[in-house]
């Protein structure tokens, strides 16, 4: 079935660090990918997006590139601030906007 | 524009009882979805109406959980009666209505639910 696999954590960087996160996926069809984030008692907000193969979704110097052949949407940000702690989530949309959601990367960025 | 709102934000009930809680999705948003999240885990989809209608509910335990979309708009999750593990964060979601599949979800904060 539909599903998305990332990284377990916590990961934790010192500030100015480069980040990776990775998550790879299975579907069936052509998904769309997302990433979402998750500030301490909130919801989750979106990141970033991409709707086709080698698309890169950017945002707040986020970035991720969607790759068809390794069936993968890894997130990285060249230089990580304390603001970026929160966790991390990789998501798959199919179909009739069906999303599913990996389990979580904890991020925390120490000064 | 507003936010997608739910309440209540914490609710503590012992096990057997019933619980309800309360969706406004993002206004225009034919789509609106109640998802289940455990703490450490990613939100797992329970229900997905568009409109009035149910897409899917394939993952809802309908023995003890009910989900109804009044006039396509606003949104109640029930639980009837509460196990322990139901315990967890229950967010609600909505989407502007897309032919395809890239309509981003819109978060609400959440009702933490402890069962006792």
């Known amino acids: 079935g539909d599903s998305v696999t990332q990284m377990e954590g916590p990961v934790t960087l010192s500030e100015e660090a480069f980040l990776t996160i990775n998550c790879t996926y299975t579907a069936t069809g052509y998904p769309s990918l997302f990433w979402y984030v998750q500030y301490p008692g909130e919801g989750l907000q979106l990141l970033l997006k991409a709707t086709k193969a080698d698309d890169k979704g950017s945002n707040k110097g986020f970035e991720a590139t969607y790759r068809k052949e390794t069936t993968s949407f890894h997130l990285e940000k060249g230089s990580v601030q304390v603001s970026d702690s929160a966790v991390y989530f990789c998501a798959l949309a199919i179909d009739f906007n069906k999303f599913y959601f990996g389990s979580g990367t904890k991020l925390n960025v120490k000064p | 524009e507003a936010g997608v709102a739910q309440s209540p934000r914490y609710k503590i009930i012992e096990k057997r009882q019933s619980v309800a809680f309360w969706c406004n999705p993002i206004?225009?948003?034919?789509?609106l979805y109640w998802y289940q999240q455990i703490l450490g885990q990613g939100p797992k989809l329970l229900i997905q109406f568009q409109n009035n209608g149910v897409v899917d509910d394939s993952q809802l335990p309908k023995d003890r959980f009910s989900a109804e979309r009044l006039k396509g708009v606003d949104s109640t999750l029930k639980i009837q009666p509460a196990k322990l593990e139901d315990s967890a964060v229950y967010l609600c979601?909505?989407?502007?209505?897309?032919?395809?599949?890239?309509?981003?979800?819109?978060f609400g904060n959440g009702t933490r639910l402890t069962v006792t």
């Open positions: 979601a909505s989407s502007l209505r897309s032919p395809g599949n890239n309509s981003p979800l819109h």
């Open positions: 206004s225009g948003h034919a789509t």
